[in-house]
Nanobody
Framework: QVQLVESGGGLVQAGGSLRLSCAASGRTFSSAAMGWFRQAPGKEREFVAAISWNGGLLNYASSVKGRFTISRDNAKNTVYLQMNSLKPEDTAIYYC????????????????WGQGTQVTVSS
């Protein structure tokens, strides 16, 4: 069992940066792949980025590659999403999720989810 709590969302101007954090509880965090998804109003929840249990595999959606960086600190049971050069189209609720493979981009491949944190990018 893994419980996830996101933080770090907020309002930022286009071109700005935010860092999201996801604090996890549970013994299986250090062996789990971790992902970030987002859901904009009226749209499906979509994959953003994922990282394998040891950080050896990173996976990004094409829309964020080169702007977002996912990382994790297993000693702190925390995964991060550094978001730079933010655009208005990045506005969404961002969710942290735990799964079995960082290569997976489908929601169904992730077993545990946080409640989400709102990111709003103004133009």
């Amino acid at each position: 069992q893994v419980q996830l709590v996101e933080s770090g969302g907020g309002l930022v101007q286009a071109g700005g940066s935010l860092r999201l954090s996801c604090a996890a509880s549970g013994r299986t965090f250090s062996s789990a792949a971790m992902g970030w998804f987002r859901q904009a109003p009226g749209k499906e929840r979509e994959f953003v980025a994922a990282i394998s249990w040891n950080g050896g595999l990173l996976n990004y959606a094409s829309s964020v590659k080169g702007r977002f960086t996912i990382s994790r600190d297993n000693a702190k049971n925390t995964v991060y999403l550094q978001m730079n050069s933010l655009k208005p189209e990045d506005t969404a609720i961002y969710y942290c999720a735990a799964g079995r493979s960082a290569a997976a981009t489908a929601k169904a491949a992730y077993d545990y989810w946080g409640q989400g944190t709102q990111v709003t990018v103004s133009s």
